[in-house]
């Protein structure tokens, strides 16, 4: 991130015992924007997911576009009146020395507003050639203060690491 610039670092997390959920909580209301830069690693068979205030209502509605093996297979999902937004790829198969560290990185305009949805952009890539974008709706006026990252059936690994950035008003 820029130094000394837009981006002002809220919180840091990185993981010392592998984790259901990891959760950024007490977020300030003191900025126009949010990104949080993630390197997750999670076991195989489980994919990640967002949740923001703890909503597990069915309030989150998601589109999603991604390719496997470099682009060589494309494809299209989404889901609405979902109880979170899934954001992640699916781990298949990881490599056993640590060097699979899929980078993410999440955008979340309007946050602190309290008269409009939430728009919640996410992009992913992977060293196996999977990349991933999603457009979420948080439908809730609700300032975000809290951002949950989960794993369905499964963790996120040790050494796991996500910052939170605020992006001041330009």
Known sequence: MP????????ATVTLGA??????????????????????????????????????????????????????????????TSQTSIDWGPVAVSLPTSGDYWPFGIIQISNYS???TYKTI???????????????????????????SIFCSGGNVRVGSNMTLYGIKAA
Do not use: M
């Open 121 to 147: 952009l996410t992009k992913w890539g992977d060293t196996n050639g999977e990349n991933d974008v999603t457009v979420g709706t948080w439908r809730s006026t609700s300032a975000i203060t809290s951002i």
């Open 113 to 115: 507003n309290t008269t």
């Open 3 to 10: 130094a000394g610039g837009t981006y002002e670092p809220i």
């Open 18 to 79: 592998s984790a259901s959920v990891i959760e950024l909580t007490s977020i300030p209301s003191t900025y126009t924007d949010l990104v949080l830069i993630a390197n997750l690693q999670n076991t195989v068979g489980s994919a990640e997911f967002l949740r923001v205030n703890g909503d597990t209502g069915s309030n989150y509605s998601w589109t999603r576009l991604y390719s496997y093996g470099s682009g060589a297979s494309t494809s299209s999902n989404r889901g």
